[in-house]
C-alpha cells in the first residue's frame, strides 16, 4: 500500500513541479508523458488497493476507537465530497466560488475517512491522500497556469446537473461500490 502511495502520489506530485514536468515532457513528448503518467497512475492505485485488502485481511492495527457517530458524520460529509468532485468536471459556480473543487471534494473525503477510521492502515490512506491535496492546492496558488484541464465554464445549470449526478454517484458510492468492492456497508450496519 504504501509502495502504492508512494507512486501514486509522487506522479501526481510531479504536476505541482511545473520544472519538472516540462523536463519530463520535453524528453518523452506529450504523449509520452500521458501514457507514462496513466501507467504509473494506474499501478500506483492497484498497488494501494492490492496493500489495503492485504493489510485488511491480516488484521487491523487500531490506534484509536472512532466512537460510532464518526461515522454518521462520514456518511453526510461523503455526499458534498462527491458532488465537488463532479463539480470539477461538470462546471458552474461551485467551480468557480471553489477555484478547484476536486481537490476540495478529496480533502473533504479524507478528513471523513479519519474521522471514521482509527486504524494504522487507513490514517496511512486517508491521511495521505489529504496531504497530498493539501500540498497540491497550496502549490496551486504559486504556478501561472490553472493546473487543470481546459473544460469550460457554465452557469447555475452545470450546478444542478453536477448536483444531481454527484447525489447519484453517492447513492452508487454507498449502496454497491463501498459494500461489495471495499467490503464495508455504509447504510444499514
Known amino acids: ?5 508512494i507512486l501514486f502520489l509522487g506522479v501526481h506530485t510531479l504536476t505541482t513541479q511545473r520544472a519538472a514536468r516540462a523536463k519530463v515532457i520535453a524528453s518523452t ?4 508523458y ?17 496493500g489495503f485488502a492485504n493489510y485488511r485481511a491480516t488484521g487491523w492495527i487500531n490506534v484509536w476507537y472512532p466512537p460510532t457517530a464518526m461515522k454518521h458524520i462520514t456518511v453526510a460529509l461523503m455526499l458534498p465530497a462527491v458532488i465537488l468532485v463532479v463539480a470539477a468536471y461538470i462546471r458552474g459556480r461551485i467551480y468557480t466560488t471553489l477555484k478547484h473543487p476536486m481537490l476540495a471534494g478529496i480533502k473533504l473525503w479524507a478528513a471523513a475517512h479519519l474521522l471514521a477510521n482509527g486504524d494504522l492502515g487507513s490514517i496511512i490512506l486517508f491521511g495521505s491522500f489529504l496531504a497530498w491535496a493539501v500540498f497540491d492546492r497550496i502549490t496551486l496558488k504559486r ?3 490553472g493546473g487543470g484541464p481546459p473544460i469550460p465554464v457554465g452557469g447555475p445549470g452545470n450546478d ?10 453517492y447513492l452508487a458510492l454507498a ?9 464495508v456497508p455504509v447504510v444499514g450496519a
Open 34 to 50: 500521458k501514457i507514462g503518467y496513466s501507467l504509473a497512475s494506474a499501478a500506483g492505485l492497484a498497488l494501494i488497493v492490492w
Open 29 to 32: 513528448g506529450e504523449g509520452g
Open 1 to 5: 500500500m504504501i509502495l502504492g502511495l
Open 160 to 169: 444542478l446537473i453536477a448536483v444531481a449526478v454527484g447525489v447519484i454517484a
Open 143 to 145: 504556478r501561472t497556469d
Open 175 to 183: 449502496f454497491a461500490f463501498h459494500p461489495v468492492v471495499i467490503g
